[in-house]
């Protein structure tokens, strides 16, 4: 017979527990308290993109679902849960995320260097890379988020638009360059 409470692992639990809790208050204010406030500019012009070029609904949901998984990854990360391997792939992803951003400033910065097939097969790379990096530790749920926020930047209309020399968004994307930089410059991607 098993002593009582053999089997359980409270670390397991608290993990979970957060993950959960976290999960469920994934506002822009609760985010704010996770989020440094570079990270927070970033994600509000890109809600202010989406909600302008779909509709309030299709951005509340891009941006929940995103900080839902910035949030779920990043206690992962906090609670050492990721082994040698996935520690490896989470490097491999900074650094690909890291040349998407240096590809998104330069597709603003430089004109008629856009190229949506490129800036495409970039996002994917990260989206596999993100799912590699998740795939033991978060639910078919939450992967199935990733593909969505992956597949709504991947977009061709949206990047097409995003993208335009004299395009409606060029004043909000010059904003989110300027945070991607200041990202980089503070170490945050």
């Known amino acids: 017979m098993a002593e009582p ?32 406030e570079t990270t927070s500019k970033v994600l509000d012009t890109t809600y202010k993109i989406i909600k302008e070029y779909s509709n309030k609904k299709d951005a509340e949901k891009m941006m929940k679902y995103l900080i839902k998984i910035v949030v779920k990854v990043g206690i992962l ?21 890291h040349s998407l951003a240096m590809t998104v400033i330069s597709f603003h910065e430089v004109e008629f260097t ?3 097939g490129f800036l495409k097969s970039s996002i994917e790379e990260c989206r596999q890379l993100l799912h590699t ?8 749920k939450t992967k199935g988020r990733v593909d969505y926020v992956f597949q709504s930047f991947c977009d061709e209309n949206l990047m097409d638009v995003i993208f335009a020399p004299e395009g409606k968004f060029r004043d909000l994307m010059a904003n989110i360059v300027i945070n ?5 410059d503070e170490g945050n991607l």
């Open 5 to 36: 409470g053999a089997g359980f692992d409270s670390r397991g639990m608290g993990l979970r527990i957060q993950k959960k809790l976290l999960g469920k208050m994934s506002s822009k204010s609760i985010a704010k308290h996770f989020i440094d």
């Open 77 to 97: 990360y906090r609670n050492d849960q990721f082994n040698s391997d996935e520690l490896a792939m989470a490097e491999s992803f900074k650094k690909k995320f």
């Open 114 to 116: 856009y190229d949506s």
């Open 133 to 140: 990096l998740i795939d033991r530790h978060l639910t078919d």
């Open 180 to 184: 991607l930089r200041k990202m980089m």
